[in-house]
């Protein structure tokens, strides 16, 4: 599930992109250094970096924190509540296949704690006529159509996010019941961990499904996040 290295011992970047192509395990790198630049110069040896449009540089460094605009969280990232498990961007075209995030600041209290589930694992609890089913069945992701799995060349990818699919139209209470089972079985699937200061994790946003656990407001969690793409 989690390969495990360290910026300060020898980093073998070819490494990191082998794990991110097989995208099987979270990579998990201790010590990176806090600092924008560095890592977007890591990012470009990995893939693509998707640019933020939120990086008032123009860049591709994103503030996962709590901030506010007229009293509103600007968006679930930029909140302290509880995000459940999902695919970034589901309503992009492309959809950015890898996702990184250092932790500059952990919130207090073990809160916030992160959450992943592999499709691997995902697929395992499922038989072939629910996977059949996911395939075909078409959601909307605000203005995009497409299913939850994604299935090419024998090989499938997993694009899901109950809160955008809920905000942008209507769910007939069979898909509720739907997407509620699937939440159920995704967090079976899930495992989690406590981010530390300098940690920086790599993952497949269309293998892999992420969420953290809500956390005090006051708290000054701080992620840097960037979403990139690997050929
Ligand atoms: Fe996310």
Known sequence: M?????????????????????????VLIKNFPLDDLYLENFILKLGKP??????????SVFDVEVSK???????I????????????????HPIPNSIAMLCVEPAHKKQGI??????ATILDTLSDAEKKELVQKQWTFRNKQ??????????????????????FSEVSPKDLELLNKLDTLFIASSFSMLLEKGDLILFRNDLMLHGR???DIDTKRLLKRVRFQID
């Open 50 to 59: 998707v640019l933020e449009a939120r990086n008032i540089k123009g860049k």
């Open 114 to 119: 992160s959450h992943f589930a592999l499709l």
């Open 213 to 215: 656990g809500g956390f």
């Open 77 to 92: 990232a930029n909140s302290n509540l509880d995000f459940p498990l999902h695919t970034d961007c589901s309503d992009f």
């Open 146 to 167: 497409r299913p939850i799995l994604l299935q090419e060349n024998n090989t499938y990818k997993i694009c899901y996010d109950r809160i955008t699919i809920e905000s």
């Open 2 to 26: 989690l390969i495990k290295l360290d910026h300060t011992a020898t980093l073998n970047i070819q490494e990191v992109r082998h794990q991110l192509h097989l995208g099987k395990q979270l």
């Open 69 to 75: 605009h007229n009293d509103f969280f600007k968006s």
